[in-house]
């Protein structure tokens, strides 16, 4: 069974960092791309970064440019987001998920139904406080 495990939330205040994590079981890591997601409390899913399968390419929202990195490590089958300079409005479930990779030209969108995700994580929370 394909499985995408997140860990690496937890309380933090303004300004501080995290590091999340997503380990994918086989099968759901090599040829596919990796995005995080974020669900703020009373909002819809949304688009933070992604990576393309072989690296090539990462895209990020404006609204963490600069301050989130994601990377991978092909050798764990694990993709991770660094989080830094954090910010209460950045509070919200952060989700892992899988696309099958077709280009390393992605078309952004900030709304999480615009992907075709073959797999999600379920989740792992951030808070932020002020």
């Known amino acids: 069974q394909v499985q995408l495990i997140e860990s690496g939330g937890g309380l933090v205040q303004t300004g501080g960092s995290l590091r999340l994590s997503c380990t994918a079981s086989?099968?759901?890591?090599?040829?596919?791309?990796m995005t995080w997601f974020r669900q703020a409390p009373g909002k819809e899913r949304e688009f933070a970064a992604t990576i393309t399968w072989n690296a090539g390419r990462i895209y990020y929202s404006d609204s963490v440019r600069g301050r989130f990195t994601i990377s991978k490590d092909n050798a764990k089958n694990t993709v991770y987001l660094q989080m830094n300079n954090l910010k209460p409005e950045d509070t919200a479930v952060y989700y892992c998920a899988a696309k099958v990779h077709y280009s390393d030209y992605v078309s952004i969108s900030p709304r999480a139904d615009d992907y075709d995700i073959a797999y999600w994580g379920k989740g792992t929370l951030v808070t932020v406080s002020s």
């Open positions: 086989e099968g759901a890591f090599s040829g596919y791309d």
